[in-house]
């Protein structure tokens, strides 16, 4: 039995989310199909992170075990012949299997997302799905500041959602990154791992500093009340996207920064 890790992108407009669903309208439903169909055999795929309806993936992870033999290149392009446009598998890469080998999830060592906000009077058909809306204009020089009190090891509780079954609210955020191009603001967080709904939520509150309903230290004393009610709805799942997951370098997977296409690296 061989362990195979593979790195995706989707769109994730169209689909109800990354975990397998009666209605089978999931990444997770449509990966296992083409895998089925191309390893002649059923297969159960782990992610490093579950995706809610309409987000979308630069680098989702995945494993799964499997007794078939192909080349690496031809997971990569046998599994796309599967898959519909809105999917792709990027890479493959054979890793160790068994209680001691590689696991998409709790290998991973951390996590980045991305979150796409459209700034600008007038909504966009071209951006509809792909970024969040806000039509008030935004400080992203703000929105910076207050993003900062939430680098280090923080209770995020103020950002949970009410259905998240994490056992602890406790993460390390590494690093927030508020940047703008034109009427675009991309919002680029790095953590160990993620609450439900916690990068949603910490955008919604973003934005409410950005337009002037609050002062970036607000954040601050959002992080230190732990309540939910206290902060900005949830954001739309449009704008944001699971950017990256690192692993540490003895799996051997591909490292290159994953990036939104349209946004420059400075």
Not at 64 to 80: H, I, K, M, Q, S
Not at 92 to 112: I, K, L
Not at 189 to 210: E, P, Q, T, W, Y
């Amino acid at each position: 039995m061989k362990r195979i890790a593979l790195g995706l992108h989707y769109e994730g407009t169209s689909w109800q989310g990354w975990q397998k669903q009666l209605h089978r309208q999931t990444v997770q439903d449509t990966l296992e199909s083409a895998l089925a169909k191309f390893c002649q055999h059923p297969v159960a795929t782990v992610c490093a992170g579950r995706t809610d309806s309409g987000v979308h993936a630069l680098g989702q992870v995945v494993h799964f075990d499997t007794e078939a033999r192909r080349e690496l290149f031809a997971w990569v392009r046998g599994l796309n012949a599967f898959l519909p446009p809105s999917v792709a598998v990027r890479w493959a890469a054979e890793v160790e299997a068994g209680e001691q080998g590689f696991h998409a999830r709790f290998s991973a060592t951390s996590r980045t997302y991305q979150y796409l906000i459209y700034n600008h009077a007038v909504r966009s058909p071209l951006w509809h799905g792909r970024a969040g809306w806000a039509f008030r204009p935004l400080d992203e020089h703000a929105m910076a500041q207050a993003a900062q009190a939430l680098v280090g090891v923080h209770d995020f509780s103020a950002f949970r959602a009410a259905e998240c079954q994490a056992a602890s609210p406790v993460r390390t955020m590494h690093a927030i990154q508020v940047r703008r191009q034109g009427d675009l603001i991309l919002v680029t967080l790095r953590a160990n791992a993620f609450l439900h709904h916690m990068v949603r939520n910490i955008v919604g509150s973003l934005i409410a500093v950005g337009n002037g309903t609050q002062r970036p230290e607000w954040m601050h004393e959002l992080l230190l009340s732990r309540h939910r009610d206290l902060a900005a709805p949830t954001f739309s799942p449009d704008g944001l996207y699971l950017a990256k997951v690192d692993y540490d370098a003895r799996w051997g997977l591909p490292q290159a920064d994953e990036a939104l296409p349209f946004f420059s690296a400075n």
